[in-house]
């Protein structure tokens, strides 16, 4: 079984500043996705970022970006230039790619940490 | 837009009253999801229609079934809810390999919030 840990329950940037969110995540798997989800108060669930684990470089996605150290089960999330629309909580998850069919898809999500972005 | 729609957003219902949540989308992708997330918590799959095979998690109460009578509807059913089942349910699609161009990335309805009295 896959396990995600966000050790920050709760953080805080000022707008505009550069925050890094932390994931850790265990596993025996070698073929798996990684994202970061943003779930904004009261509203929906959306995708940030995805990193698939046989690629190196690390994946970009305009001000958000990924340090990804597979040796270390480590990914982490960058977020830059800060704003106001960032405030949420932000979840880590895991997903092991099995090429059978049914039970492939299935997140791991950390326990998320809540991001407040201060004016 | 494509989207996942759910409804009702918000639902009350009593104790052992049986409820159904409805979750629609138009994105056409094979996959379909339940969460539950619990205040603070993070989301917990419940069962995964992957076309019309449906596979339960392991750890989901029989209380909790699922419907999926077309690809473009799912529904939750909790035969008698309890106190501890009150949550936000999410729905959730993705594709599949050859499906789409980014398959695997789930995609997700603004969820139900349910209440137990």
């Known amino acids: 079984a896959q396990t995600v840990t966000q050790s920050q329950p709760e953080m805080s940037v000022q707008e505009a500043e550069t925050v890094t969110l932390s994931c850790t995540y265990d596993?025996?798997?070698?073929?798996?996705?990684l994202f970061w989800y943003k779930q904004p108060p009261s509203r929906q669930m959306i995708l940030v970022i995805r990193?698939?684990?046989?690629?190196?470089q690390n994946a970009t996605e305009n001000r958000f970006s990924v340090n990804f150290q597979k040796a270390a089960k480590s990914f982490s999330l960058k977020i830059s230039d800060s704003q106001l629309g960032d405030t949420a909580m932000y979840f880590c998850?895991?997903?092991?790619?099995?090429?059978?069919?049914?039970?492939?898809?299935?997140?791991?999500f950390g326990k998320g940490t809540k991001l407040s972005v201060i004016p | 837009d494509a989207m996942v729609i759910q409804n009702p957003r918000y639902q009350v219902t009593q104790f052992g009253k049986p409820v159904t949540l409805s979750c629609s989308q138009t994105?056409?992708?094979?996959?379909m999801y339940w969460y539950q997330q619990k205040s603070s918590q993070a989301p917990k799959l419940l069962f995964h229609?992957?076309?019309?095979?449906?596979?339960n998690e392991a750890d989901t109460p029989d209380n909790f079934q699922s419907r999926r009578p077309n690809t473009s509807f799912c529904f939750l059913d909790i035969r008698s809810p309890g106190l501890g089942d009150a949550a936000m349910y999410l729905c959730?699609?993705?594709?599949?390999?050859?499906?789409?161009?980014?398959?695997?990335?789930?995609?997700f309805g603004p969820g139900t919030r349910l209440t137990v009295t």
């Open positions: 994105l056409n992708h094979n996959v």
């Open positions: 596993t025996s798997e070698s073929n798996y996705y």
């Open positions: 998850a895991f997903m092991k790619i099995a090429y059978s069919g049914a039970g492939s898809y299935q997140l791991t």
């Open positions: 990193q698939e684990a046989y690629k190196q």
């Open positions: 959730a699609t993705s594709t599949k390999p050859g499906q789409g161009a980014r398959p695997y990335e789930q995609y």
């Open positions: 229609y992957y076309d019309k095979d449906f596979n």
